[in-house]
């Protein structure tokens, strides 16, 4: 009895990974729930567009009944509030691999997008889409995504944080060791933004 309650709690073993195989499922460590603690300054328009979102929660929150969240028209989330609020233990993100394509699924809203991985880069023209439209290639072991044509209607996170139809994301994924996979994103909207907006590490663990 001792004996194996001894083994259960030794140091974990080291597993080996590959690590330019980002699949499995993935809960969030980090607990900001926005991209950085503190955004770049706004344009008159994105100053606009903030004062006029009401989030139910956070620092400006009001009840949710005046509030005018895009969740409680049960319109998607967008993709940069699916990585920010639902990558939970309740709501976590599947990324699935293949040959020119890697999938991304988000049990909130059971919602995915996909990242094009053969070459091709991003359109000139495209109809908007509340996750965009996204391409991947690696650098070394880090995988980049480029994405673009989102859909203005959804928020950045549920403190009410506004974007355009211009909006860019990159993303930056790569794995740490074989439970551990980080992100860093860096968003340009010059419409909303005087600068880029640059996240903080966010940490997921695989489940």
């Known amino acids: ?10 140091p974990a073993v080291s597993v080996p990974h590959d690590p330019r195989d980002l699949s499995g499922v993935w809960t969030r460590t980090s607990p900001l729930l926005t ?32 509030g005018n969240d895009p969740m409680g028209n049960c319109d998607p989330l967008g993709l940069v509030r699916n990585l920010l609020l639902e990558l939970v233990a309740v709501y976590p993100m599947e990324i699935v691999q293949t040959r020119d394509r890697v999938f991304q699924f988000f049990e909130w809203g059971h919602s995915y997008r996909q990242v094009w991985t053969d070459g091709r880069p991003l359109p000139k023209d495209a109809d908007l889409t509340f996750n965009g439209i996204s391409t ?6 880090t995988f980049v995504v480029t994405s673009g044509f989102f859909d203005d209607r959804s928020w950045l996170d549920h403190f009410g944080m506004p974007h355009s139809t211009e ?17 860093n994103m860096t968003l340009r909207d010059p419409k909303i933004f005087t600068a880029p907006w640059v996240s903080e590490r966010k940490v997921m663990k695989l489940a």
Do not use: C, H, I
């Not at 001792?2 to 709690?9: D, F, I, P």
């Not at 991947?136 to 072991?141: A, P």
């Not at 909006?167 to 992100?183: G, I």
């Open 1 to 10: 009895g001792r004996q194996g309650r001894r083994a259960e709690t030794g």
């Open 167 to 183: 909006m860019t994301l990159e993303e930056r994924y790569r794995r740490l060791d074989r439970d551990t996979l980080e992100l």
């Open 35 to 66: 991209l950085s603690q503190t955004p770049p300054p706004f344009t008159p328009l994105g100053k606009k567009l903030f004062d006029a979102n009401k989030p139910s929660y956070g620092p400006r929150a009001v009840p949710p009944a005046v």
């Open 136 to 141: 991947g290639r690696w650098e070394g072991d």
